[in-house]
């Protein structure tokens, strides 16, 4: 079992969806990892050491067969680890950093597809697709809108996501100026 050291921080606790498995991540060892524990406390848990340089790490995000967990970084960039092979894919990273979730990545119900938002150099949030088998990314909007929000359908044929046309005035978040324009979404398929 993995076992606790006082004063470490834990954050970020995700259930895999067969229900086996509890990922967090903790800087029980200085620096942090991923740990999964085994959700009846009794098996052995495992530790995924998550790189170097060492970072801040959020919001770990199951795959839906709980073989694969995606999860964000302070560098604006985000990964993907196989706990099986317990070595961390970069997948993408964005260009400014924000105050609301970027990224926010969403598998495919057969998990071999990862779908995502990224902020452009124009401001604009664009709809991304990773493939796990590839290793390749390739993004699906055409960066003359703001797109967020992306999302697989059940069947996993569609991307869900939603569009702002009029969000320009609003992307630089730091000016107060933006605060008085009024942002209106749609809701799209891909």
Same mark, same amino acid.
């Given at each position: %079992?993995?076992?606790?050291? #006082? ?21 029980? !060892? ?7 524990? @085994? ?9 995924? %050491?998550?790189?170097?340089?060492? !970072?801040?790490?959020? +919001? #770990?995000?199951?795959? #839906? ?22 070595? #961390? ?9 924000? /105050?609301? &979730?970027?990224?926010? /990545?969403?598998? $495919?119900?057969? !998990?071999?597809?990862?779908?995502? +938002? ?12 990773? !493939? ?15 797109? &967020? =929000?992306?999302?697989? @359908?059940? $069947?996993?044929?569609?991307?869900? =996501? ?8 609003? +992307?630089?978040?730091?000016?107060? $100026?933006? =605060? ?11």
């Amino acid at each position: %079992n993995l076992t606790r050291t #006082p004063g470490a921080a834990e954050r970020d606790p995700s259930w895999s969806p067969d229900g086996k498995w509890i990922a967090y991540f903790s800087d029980e !060892s200085g620096e942090y990892a991923l740990h999964l524990r @085994d959700q009846n406390g009794m098996a052995e848990g495992k530790k995924i %050491n998550l790189g170097n340089p060492p !970072s801040f790490y959020y +919001t #770990p995000i199951w795959s #839906p067969d709980s073989k694969k967990i995606a999860y964000t970084d302070k560098r604006l960039a985000l990964w993907y680890v196989d706990i099986e092979k317990g070595a #961390p894919v970069k997948i993408d990273t964005t260009t400014y950093e924000n /105050p609301w &979730r970027v990224f926010d /990545p969403s598998w $495919s119900p057969d !998990s071999r597809w990862l779908t995502y +938002t990224k902020q452009l150099k124009n401001r604009l949030g664009a709809v991304c697709v990773y !493939s796990i088998e590839t290793g390749k990314s390739t993004q699906v909007t055409d960066g003359q809108s703001d797109a &967020r =929000f992306a999302s697989f @359908d059940k $069947s996993g044929k569609h991307i869900y =996501f939603t569009a702002s046309t009029d969000a320009g005035p609003t +992307t630089g978040w730091l000016d107060m $100026s933006s =605060f008085t324009h009024r942002v209106t979404r749609s809701v799209y398929a891909i």
